[in-house]
């Protein structure tokens, strides 16, 4: 015989204070927890999106990121000549030599300076990115504000995030780097990649400004499909003579989210540490629960009721307890859903902004966390519940 | 009995529900201690005396600009400036990308760096031998110790940001106040390989006379090359560090809002343990105000009793945090976040306090209901 689940109910209605206090602890338990899940699906989100497979960048051999050194700029017709380059509607190569530079801007909000990768690209860069789609086949790349930056000016386009976070990045505003003014005359969405946190202007225009003539850091292709992609990939590694390296752009962004290591191992360390202080709480309310129930237990027993159904009953109550308290977590993060943030990057040394993203995943996670705290916490006393002796539970 | 010896007693009567609290105290208290520890290291600790005088000049526009090394001559001439050695990030890769494998490798003048970096120790004769040696390279004793290091060892560093590998022979072991992980080499053997790196730099260091002179010489050799292609920024070797950390991203906050959960935790976890137990003496509370207990001694009983109890969750978390952070801080692959860092005694007594404070304003309601409640009624409770 199974004991009705509104038996539990009931019992956490009668005893409020405990309950919801307990609740609570839990809750907050789960909010921590649940805030720093929705941390790391937010950075995953912005780097996993990023990159598209028909990109392929090209690297000196060695190179860790695009902010490591470069390569001479001779090499370049090579490079965009090679078979399975995409072509324009005029007919030239979406090939494009860049640069990525770091520079120091204020933030908005007075906290500080952050750095902030400023790329260089030739035209081709821009109508190469033109062509990534998202996972719908849509463009991806979107002009959300004036227009892109011409050849030959100091002009630049500013990612959306920049234009968010940093003061002096409007349409019209002008940003002093390097060694002088460059005019913002566009705003740009790249769809949540993380080409959202960068300045684009003209790859020589930068390079003088940064003193680095006669090179590039990276080298994009477009592929026309994917086996070129793979094989363009392969052609320009191989080559001993030009001593480069080419990689998927979608590979790239792979190895960049590895920067979110340390977040998630203090993040688990702390959700670990935290869930175990709360277990203890809950075991201490339902051994509470079940000393205050002593003779209730022993009359279910005369009644019929099996140690097994006892002892799944205790249980139960404890689980509704904390599912009460992931649900309340869950409730207290709501607030913070979408919240941008931004984090540094030791491979490109600038900072990638990405958003709190409270995912389906990360909710079902953080229920099934609470459920192992309360279970943790509520089978001792629930075993200790059904193994009761009726006679002497009879006259507590 | 004594009144004292009531409430330790009665702070334990019911021992497996003490116990679980002390636990759940102890486990917050455990994290609160190592957040505290890491705030305390980054944003108040001032580092050392030598740290205090010493100054990072930097390029302006950010740490991946290269200086020219020509500046260094004129930094010397600025007035206070005791010495002035280069610096320059080589990020390169030890065995494989593997965060286990990273160190710093700095390139830089062995003739002068130790002269800027004076709380370092190095032995002279490997000082000297470095200096003679080209492809040479001096290692913190806490990374020669990780990798089994000996001076005479060779390693081979591959470059990421400089086309060539470093080959460098070690000469000499050095210990620094704080463990840097850390390994300097002579710049001209990159110079040499790389035309680009010729005559450039990325930071300097530089070491002021005495504290005091810190600022006036960031500003004067700000305004040294303020008009140059190359302006430079130049700030204390903490506000420089700090800087770093800023770049990760808004570490304060994130510190800050997990220590207010845990404590607000405790406070619940403190709080309805003192509820519970104070409900289930009502009886007993009404027999001691017969006895002629007045409201204060109740009100005083219990919360020394909650007191008492955070205390000791408080002072297990604290305990095991410093064995924590300690471990943290020795173990292999946990990069730079925990390197160096200890729980200060101002941290650990900050600490308890705080599992005190707790503990006090957990019993403060439950103890105030039961020290006003009525006797009869008292009595008559059933519980």
């Known amino acids: 015989m199974v004991i009705p689940i509104s038996y539990n109910v009931r019992n956490l209605k009668l005893r409020k204070g405990l309950t919801v206090m307990t609740a609570l602890g839990i809750a907050l338990t789960v909010t921590t927890a649940v805030f720093l899940m929705a941390l790391l699906a937010g950075l995953d989100k912005a780097f996993m999106t990023s990159g598209d497979p028909l990109n392929i960048l090209v690297m000196r051999k060695g190179s860790t990121a695009e902010l490591s050194g470069g390569f001479d700029a001779n090499l370049f017709p090579t490079l965009k000549t090679l078979p399975g380059i995409a072509q324009d509607a005029q007919g030239d190569p979406l090939a494009s030599g860049e640069w990525v530079v770091v520079v120091v801007l204020p933030r908005k909000d007075g906290t500080g300076e952050v750095n902030v990768s400023v790329r260089g690209l030739m035209p081709g860069g821009l109508a190469l990115r033109e062509e990534e789609k998202d996972s719908k086949g849509r463009p991806r790349m979107k002009l959300l504000e004036g227009r892109w930056f011409s050849t030959g000016q100091r002009e630049v386009v500013v990612g959306k995030s920049i234009h968010d976070r940093f003061s002096g990045a409007n349409v019209g505003d002008t940003m002093d780097f390097a060694k002088g003014q460059w005019k913002v005359v566009g705003v740009f969405d790249s769809g949540g990649t993380a080409y959202d946190s960068e300045i684009w202007g003209d790859v020589n225009q930068i390079a003088v400004d940064f003193d680095r003539q006669g090179g590039y850091a990276s080298v994009y292709l477009r592929a026309t499909d994917p086996v070129s992609a793979d094989a363009l990939k392969n052609r320009v590694s191989d080559d001993q003579r030009l001593k480069l390296e080419g990689t998927l752009e979608t590979e790239y962004y792979e190895k960049q989210t590895s920067s979110g290591g340390a977040i998630k191992f203090i993040g688990t360390v702390v959700a670990i540490i935290m869930a175990i202080g709360s277990s203890f709480a809950a075991m201490n309310t339902m051994y509470a629960a079940v000393a205050y129930r002593t003779r209730e237990i022993a009359t279910l027993r005369i009644i019929g009721f099996s140690r097994p159904s006892i002892l799944t009953s205790f249980v139960l109550e404890a689980l509704l307890l904390s599912l009460l308290g992931a649900l309340v977590g869950i409730v207290l993060i709501l607030p913070f859903n979408g919240m941008t943030t931004g984090i540094g990057n030791s491979l490109t040394f600038s900072e990638t902004v990405f958003s709190l993203h409270l995912t389906a995943r990360v909710m079902i996670t953080a229920v099934v966390f609470a459920l192992v705290m309360g279970l943790a916490g509520g089978f001792a006393p629930a075993w200790h519940a059904a193994r009761q002796d009726i006679l002497t539970s009879l006259r507590a | ?383």
């Open chain 2, 1 to 383: 009995m004594t009144l004292t010896r009531f409430v330790t007693k009665s702070a334990f009567r019911n021992r497996r529900r003490s116990l679980l609290t002390v636990l759940s105290i102890m486990f917050s208290l455990l994290l609160l201690t190592v957040m505290m520890t890491v705030w305390h290291s980054f944003y108040v600790d001032t580092g050392s005396a030598q740290s205090a005088s010493r100054l990072i000049a930097r390029h302006r526009v950010s740490l991946t600009n290269f200086l020219p090394a020509y500046y260094r001559e004129k930094i010397r001439a600025v007035p206070g400036v005791v010495a002035v050695a280069p610096t320059q990030w080589f990020g390169g890769l030890y065995k494989d990308e593997k965060p286990e494998n990273f160190f710093a490798q700095f390139g830089t003048d062995p003739e002068e760096i130790f002269k800027v970096m004076t709380d370092v120790k190095i032995p002279p004769d490997q000082l000297e031998a470095w200096q003679h040696d080209q492809a040479g390279a001096v290692v913190d004793s806490e990374l020669a110790k990780k990798f089994g290091w000996k001076i005479g060892d060779r390693i081979v560093v591959k470059g990421t940001i400089f086309p060539m590998n470093l080959e460098l022979t070690i000469r000499g072991i050095f210990t620094a106040p704080q463990p840097s992980l850390s390994v300097y080499f002579n710049w001209k053997y990159v110079e040499e390989a790389v035309s680009f790196a010729k005559g450039k730099t990325g930071t300097f260091g530089i070491l002021a006379d005495s504290p005091n002179d810190v600022p006036k010489i960031a500003a004067a050799v700000d305004a040294l090359f303020h008009n140059s292609p190359e302006p430079t920024k130049t700030e204390s070797e903490k506000a420089f560090q700090l800087d770093f950390i800023n770049s990760i991203g808004n570490v304060k906050a994130f510190i800050l809002s997990i220590c207010l959960a845990v404590v607000f935790a405790t406070l619940l976890v403190s709080a309805n343990t003192m509820a519970m137990s104070i409900r289930e003496r009502t009886r007993e509370v009404a027999v001691l105000k017969t006895i002629g207990f007045t409201r204060q001694t109740i009100l005083g009983f219990y919360v020394g009793e909650a007191v008492i109890v955070a205390l000791l969750g408080g002072l297990l978390g604290c305990l095991l945090a410093v064995g924590l952070v300690s471990g943290m801080a020795h173990a292999p692959g946990m990069g730079f976040f925990f390197l160096g860092m200890k729980v200060t005694f101002s941290t650990f007594v900050l600490a308890i306090f705080v599992a005190a404070a707790v503990g006090f304003l957990s019993a403060v309601i439950p103890a105030y209901h039961a020290a006003k409640l009525d006797i009869v009624e008292g009595l008559r409770y059933l519980g």
